[in-house]
């Protein structure tokens, strides 16, 4: 049977063109059961000449295809459309053709040579020509600008006056956000006085578009440092950075409101999941002291000081309830009312509560996550207290159930599975090491 007309490729080709990354390989399968399995060339054809296309266009429009992929400050969606560079694309070699075919060969050559971007240069600033000369080859991507925002088509033309900036900060970013050096930071000022003169909101704009290509989006903050001399709050505010900060402080805000509705009763997965939102916190305070001249009246010192404070709080009040926990997960023996869980031994006729065991094995887990941050979020001193203490009742609960191997009236089998429970965290307290011991021990006294 023939595979599929003119007419259904183009279809084909069409939707092809709209479909996100992740879904060109789920479209293959799709269309090719609705049209029939002979045409299962032509559509995969089609979707594998998408997919050379794509990695084409985002090397010559690399400025433009990361807004037009990832989120902005501020923002739940895109800058602009997902189809945006197709239609740039389109509307390029029609205007320009010679101009495109260059720029599809050099990008191609960019795969496995260094070239000079100068042909993907020209071919933004044809694009920018376009939409300035109302080109009617441009009006598909006016139209699907016009859809996104009012403002969509100006917005593009500003950032495309600043493609040559961009694209050259693109290759920057993993040096500016890492050990910058002195090169480095010149560099950023370069950078940052070229988007100057170029448009009036040039530093906002490039500093948006590095924001989107940072895989920390805190680490903006550094770089906006070295742009501007390391600048006080006060400096920033009324100025479009301001909402850089602000966001992170929104997030970092949002995640410490998070920590309270955490289900701990999920364990060891709860507790990472506590210290990944922790480190996040405390990466982005860090982060603002070390870049920005915090004042104590300024709109982010005020913030930053309250987060600290409140930090501080939460991870007291989750630490804490270790020794509340412990006597629960691993039952005692009964004792007077002053007598302390350390000096109580093992309960073996009372059954550890899992609820509870499930909970202290995530604070825990967050305990020993926390390590590299706990200085810095105020709790260091009563971490290592906490686990001090910890170790010293588990080493001493492990000695009174191995002590009970000998006591016929034990369930061996019991005696193991507390001995486990118990490995479970001296492996949070201690290490895996330390817990792997433990287990060769009881068993060992078992055999004998």
């Known amino acids: ?110 795969e496995s040579e260094e070239v000079l971007p100068y042909i993907f240069n020209q071919a933004c600033d044809a694009a920018l020509a376009g939409l300035q000369n109302n080109d009617p080859n441009f009006q598909p991507v006016v139209a699907c600008l016009a859809k996104s925002s009012p403002d969509a088509v100006r917005d593009l033309m500003s950032f495309l006056k600043m493609s040559a900036v961009m694209r050259d900060a693109l290759i920057e970013i ?81 995640l410490l409101v998070s920590i309270n509705s955490f289900e701990l009763g999920e364990g060891a997965s709860a507790g990472i999941a506590l210290a990944s939102a922790a480190k996040s916190i405390i990466g982005t305070v860090t982060e603002f002291e070390e870049s920005i001249a915090l004042s104590k009246n300024g709109p982010w010192g005020r913030r930053v000081a309250r987060i600290k404070r409140d930090v501080s709080a939460v991870f007291e009040k989750l630490i804490f309830q270790v020794e509340m926990l412990i006597p629960k997960a691993l039952p005692v023996t009964a004792a007077g009312q002053n007598a302390k869980n350390l000096n109580r031994g093992p309960n073996m006729f009372l059954a550890p509560d899992p609820s509870v065991s499930a909970r202290l094995e995530a604070i825990l887990t967050f305990i020993a996550q926390i390590r590299p941050i706990a200085s810095a979020s105020g709790v260091g001193v009563l971490r290592s207290r906490v686990i001090a203490e910890t170790q010293e009742f588990l080493e001493f609960y492990s000695n009174g159930v191995l002590a009970l191997i000998n006591d016929f009236s034990q369930d061996p089998e019991a005696v193991q599975a507390r001995i486990n429970e118990i490995a479970k965290f001296v492996a949070l307290v201690h290490d895996e090491e330390a817990a792997e011991r433990l287990r060769r021990r009881v068993i060992t006294l078992l055999r004998r």
């Open 1 to 110: 049977m023939p595979g599929l007309t003119e007419s259904q490729g183009k279809i084909v080709r069409s939707i092809v063109q709209t479909v996100p990354d992740a879904g060109l390989g789920q479209l293959t399968a799709v269309l090719s059961a609705q049209m029939g399995e002979h045409t299962m060339a032509d559509v995969r054809d089609i979707v594998m000449m998408e997919m050379r296309d794509r990695k084409v266009r985002s090397i010559v429009f690399s400025p433009i295809v990361s807004l037009c992929e990832k989120n902005q400050p501020g923002k739940t969606r895109s800058r602009f459309p997902f189809e945006l560079p197709t239609l740039l694309w389109n509307a390029l070699v029609d205007t320009a053709p010679k101009l495109m075919t260059q720029a599809r060969e050099m990008a191609v050559r960019s």
């Open 174 to 254: 993993p040096l500016w956000v890492g050990r910058m050096n002195s090169d480095d930071e010149l560099s950023v000022r370069l950078a940052y006085r070229d988007a100057t003169k170029l448009t009036a909101n040039g530093p906002a704009r490039l500093f948006e578009f590095i924001y989107i290509n940072l895989e920390a989006p805190q680490t903006i903050l550094r770089i906006i440092s070295a742009a501007l001399d390391r600048p006080s709050d006060l400096s920033i505010e009324g100025t479009d950075l301001i909402a850089f900060g602000d966001l992170l402080l929104d997030q970092s805000e949002a």
